[in-house]
């Protein structure tokens, strides 16, 4: 049995496992229960003390968030003004959850996950980004437990977790309320691990003492639970069955030739089906919301550089996180020297890791399981005009922490580097993260501080630009927004989006056939966009344009595309309601009266017409 002291330091000496690749990874041991140490630091006690201070650094570096605001990139179609996510817990609401196809989105479990907030919290941001902290802290702490049972190094693991826990640019996927998908596919994820994990020991040592739990035949079940789980939270996890075949190469050593694959991959066949059924209808909730770019707007070798170019500034970003924010726009024009740069890169890691793979396995591993797990969201299939993103960062990292705390392990032990300095350095590095984190943490307390911060370092930044002014129209009085979004959105090409916005500033200050105009420009940009059309028919009911209102309000309320809330919605059938009641057609105004209530019940407005219309006053 391999037998480990993991008191001396957070990067320990890799053992000699077994001849000639003494240095591969940890061998699967026949009792998986690790050694108490006498004195104070037990294996047992350490465990809890690590968990413990993941625990306190996660909530000392995230709990400002509590404090925050909802963004208004997602946030709005996926909570605030979702309405059956602020339905709470129901059966309406959940058969919802299970069966649409929402902001370009499948995600039941996330869905449900943000209606049990609503239900137990009500609908504020606070009670949701401190459970977004929460699914992050227990991921923190799976990380350390998960890698732990894998490789029997608890202060390995350790230095994975808190790597994991305090990153900056994990920062996105926790203090996004939008990106509860992100954590909570990942809890899964590593839930995932664990259950295969015991399914692989069962296979080695069946326990009739542990009755049903003692069966390989249940763990491998539980596995295909959790990964089903973390696929209905978002479809990152289709690559894990690829990285559980990396754990069978590196921690389990069950992968160790080339005939031990087939066996291998046979065993995963049913998680392989389900990836593949996750991928395609990812792919049809993508193209049913327009979200998936064409090939007339980016061509397959323009995404292939952008893939080359991303992957390298993630293994930038890791080591030097700074400039982190919500959208990196998609540029096609890019510079040679920076494409070679990218390509020997990453080919200068890609040979170190395989001229290593006999002695030094975990290398290999980790730099596959980076380059494997980005490939749903590198950009080979464009979804969105971003060219990279902090949040795809949150499970491909896994990789490059193994490659880093394995290596410098590896190091300590064959230069014999003092224990204690290296500890020192690793705490001290830990610390600086942290310090990182809470600084862009920070920078998330708001739409306009977040966009703000993200302008200040991207250029061409259009789609921020947009919703920063989408925050003003909302947050500030009518004129300073006109001339906040004025002096943003001339800066930028036309859009629909552009479009959007100054067609709705044109209607707050009465201004309505300029709105008209801007908005069927719009249109004509993006004829696709159901919000366009509800804005351009509130726009027709102040101008008393009837036929042309309810043909655009109709045409609206038929597209599914998430772009439409429900307040926007009760304002738009309320000002028809009020355009139609002038000419005389009370039934009309009635139903649109009685729409506009039910969609927002604070609606004085529409009550009172409802009302009046009702009584025949």
Request: hydrophobic content about 45%; some cysteine.
């Amino acid at each position: 049995m391999l037998k480990t002291n993991d008191q001396t330091s957070l990067c320990e000496a890799v053992p000699n496992i077994h001849e000639p690749n003494s240095t591969t990874a940890p061998q699967f041991p026949q009792n998986r229960r690790m050694s108490e140490s006498p004195g104070f630091f037990t294996e047992h006690r350490s465990r809890m003390l690590i968990a413990i201070a993941l625990t306190v650094s996660c909530l000392a570096v995230y709990s400002q968030v509590i404090g925050f605001d909802f963004i208004n990139i997602d946030d709005r179609p996926f909570v605030y003004e979702n309405q059956m996510v602020l339905s709470g817990l129901n059966s309406k609401s959940i058969w919802w959850a299970i069966t649409a196809f929402h902001a370009g989105n499948w995600n039941p479990v996330t869905w449900i996950s943000h209606m049990l907030d609503v239900t137990l919290f009500g609908s504020a941001a606070g009670p949701m980004h401190a459970m977004n902290v929460v699914f992050h802290t227990i991921n923190s702490i799976l990380v350390f437990f998960v890698f732990g049972r894998f490789t029997s190094k608890t202060w390995h693991s350790a230095a994975m977790a808190f790597l994991f826990a305090l990153h900056p640019v994990h920062v996105e996927s926790v203090a996004w309320i939008a990106e509860r998908r992100d954590v909570l596919s990942t809890m899964f994820w590593l839930l995932t691990m664990l259950a295969y994990f015991k399914y692989v020991e069962r296979l080695k040592e069946p326990s009739k003492d542990a009755g049903i739990l003692g069966h390989p035949t249940f763990w491998s079940i539980l596995t295909f639970v959790f990964l089903a789980l973390g696929l209905m939270s978002k479809a990152m996890p289709v690559t894990l069955p690829f990285v559980l075949l990396l754990c069978d190469y590196w921690s389990l050593e069950r992968l160790n030739k080339f005939s031990d694959l087939w066996p291998l991959v046979k065993e995963k066949l049913p998680l392989f089906v389900l990836t593949i059924c996750s991928c395609v209808i990812t792919f049809l909730a993508q193209s049913s919301a327009g979200a998936t770019v064409s090939l007339q707007t980016s061509s397959y070798g323009d995404r292939l550089l952008n893939v080359i170019i991303s992957y390298a500034k993630y293994i930038i970003m890791m080591f030097y996180p700074t400039n982190l924010g919500i959208m990196y726009p998609f540029d096609n024009k890019f510079e040679p020297v920076e494409v070679i740069a990218s390509v020997a890169l990453l080919l200068v890691i890609s040979v170190l890791c395989w001229q290593q793979r006999a002695k030094r396995r975990y290398l290999i591993m980790g730099w596959l399981w980076f380059l494997g797990t980005f490939v749903p969201v590198i950009g080979l299939v464009q979804i969105g005009m971003q060219s990279h993103a902090d949040r795809y960062t949150y499970v491909p990292y896994f990789g490059l922490f193994i490659m880093l705390v394995w290596g410098i392990g590896d190091l300590v032990n064959r230069f014999e580097i003092n224990k204690i300095a290296v500890t020192t350095v690793s705490i001290a590095v830990i610390a600086t993260l942290g310090g990182l984190t809470v600084a862009q943490v920070s920078r998330w307390r708001s739409s306009e501080t977040l966009y703000t911060h993200t302008l200040s370092f991207t250029t061409n930044n259009y789609f921020v630009m947009s919703n920063l002014c989408l925050y003003y129209i909302n947050k500030s009085d009518k004129n300073t927004a006109e001339q906040r979004c004025t002096e943003l959105l001339e800066a930028t090409p036309p859009s629909a989006e552009a479009f959007s916005i100054l067609g709705l500033l044109r209607t707050d200050v009465g201004k309505y056939d300029d709105a008209v105009n801007y908005f069927e420009k719009g249109i004509r940009m993006n004829p696709n966009w159901a919000i366009l059309y509800l804005n351009y028919s509130l726009a027709l009911s102040k101008l008393d344009r009837t036929e042309d209102a309810e043909k655009a309000l109709l045409k609206a309320k038929s597209m599914n595309d998430g772009s439409v809330g429900r307040l926007a919605a009760a304002k738009a059938c309320n000002e028809f309601a009020k355009a139609v009641e002038k000419k005389g057609q009370k039934e009309k105004a009635k139903d649109f009266y009685s729409q506009a209530a039910q969609l927002d019940p604070d609606l004085a407005e529409a009550a009172a017409g409802l009302k009046r219309l009702s009584t025949g006053n």
